[in-house]
């Protein structure tokens, strides 16, 4: 009997590569974390048109988006410091210091994947066989109007 890969219900605290592939896609942490993957992805044209190092840059920007978002809710739930508590300061000042760190991480991340939409090229027929069925084989014509309604004719 071949073991099951043990699934984590959060994001992991230090990045892997593939982490999305360890995250339980049930949990809605999962499917926040690969909407987002695939929201960059398609943002840069498709996850098929990317190369290698742009996917794992993508994954990265996942992670530190999440990294970041678990940092500002630990600022804003913190304990408010007094000037007697040097404790709460310290603590307070170590995530601030960390957050610093994974925004410039994050941003650079950004900027080398681009900050616009990239758009795709796409054939015609292919797109139509992809999302209508291949309408030669019944000798079927898809027609797709402005209004984005299609309708098959002979």
Not at 112 to 120: F, I, R
Not at 133 to 151: L, R, Y
């Amino acid at each position: 009997m071949t073991k099951r890969k043990e699934l984590r219900r959060t994001r992991p605290n230090d990045y892997r590569p593939g982490f999305l592939t360890l995250i339980d896609g049930r949990t809605q942490v999962g499917h926040i974390l690969k909407r987002r993957y695939d929201g960059i992805c398609r943002d840069l044209g498709g996850e098929t048109h990317l190369s290698h190092f742009q996917r794992s840059l993508a994954e990265r920007a996942v992670f530190l988006e999440d990294a970041l978002r678990d940092m500002e809710y630990q600022l804003a739930t913190a304990r408010q410091a007094g000037p007697e508590d040097k404790e709460a300061a310290k603590h307070a000042s170590e995530i601030i210091g960390r957050w610093v760190q994974a925004s410039n991480a994050y941003l650079g991340i950004c900027v080398k994947l681009g900050l616009k939409k990239h758009k795709v090229t796409v054939d015609l027929k292919d797109h139509l066989a992809k999302n209508y069925g291949n309408a030669e084989e019944d000798g079927d014509v898809v027609v797709v109007n402005g209004n984005g309604k299609s309708s098959k004719g002979k």
